[in-house]
T-cell receptor, first 114, second 113 residues
């Protein structure tokens, strides 16, 4: 049973426009959420996170929104750049982002078109 | 180098053989994680070390899988009697604190034929 779901395997966005990646979760015990970016043949790189006590966190071009009642979060990238083309993973923790393992979604392949 | 190093980068082995995958964490990082990423899936948690001890090994799929970190630095993931279903990329991450501060290595791609 997938506790973290990314229902779009891929997403194509024009350069300069907004990219919106979505993630849903089923476990109400999750209290910390993270987004990772992964290029081919490299390990995932931490991008941005949000605690369940917040509904928005912003870092430069990246903003994560959390809707706890809907158990939904999204990552907004604006403006999208060619270097943003990668696989994005949503991940969740029930230890406040502490040392325990994360539950990952299957990922969304973002393709930025020139 | 300054990052997490995993060796080998690729490993092909025959079904039934034993394999060892190595992870060199970033110096000074006390926390170390192993994940497995199968084709088309996200990384799946296997085990977490804090120092030399396994703080959480609930993700290990069965007793063919074992991991050690004897001196609190390098870790080895050991898989006995490999099966074709073990084929995946095995990722290691290390952290000074929580998982959100963790850095991942490039992974070891294991193929069992």
């Amino acid at each position: 049973d997938q506790q973290v779901k990314q229902n779009s395997p891929s997403l194509s966005v024009q350069e300069g426009r907004i990219s919106i990646l979505n993630c849903d979760y089923t476990n109400s015990m999750f209290d910390y959420f993270l987004w990772y970016k992964k290029y081919p043949a490299e390990g995932p790189t931490f991008l941005i996170s949000i605690s369940s006590i917040k509904d928005k966190n912003e870092d430069g071009r990246f903003t994560v929104f959390l809707n706890k009642s809907a158990k939904h979060l999204s990552l907004h990238i604006v403006p999208s750049q060619p270097g943003d083309s990668a696989v994005y993973f949503c991940a969740a923790s029930n230890s406040g982002g502490g040392a325990d393992g994360l539950t990952f979604g299957k990922g969304t392949h973002l393709i930025i078109q020139p | 180098g300054a990052g997490v190093s995993q060796t080998p980068s690729n490993k092909v082995t025959e079904k039934g053989k034993y394999v060892e995958l190595r992870c060199d964490p970033i110096s000074g990082h006390t926390a170390l994680y192993w994940y497995r990423q199968s084709l088309g899936q996200g990384p799946e948690f296997l085990i977490y070390f804090q120092g030399t001890g396994a703080a959480d090994d609930s993700g290990l799929p069965n007793d063919r899988f074992f991991a050690v970190r004897p001196e609190g630095s390098v870790s080895t993931l050991k898989i006995q009697r490999t099966e074709r279903g073990d084929s995946a990329v095995y990722l290691c991450a290390s952290s000074r604190g929580g998982i959100n501060e963790a850095f991942f290595g490039q992974g070891t791609r294991l193929t069992v034929v």
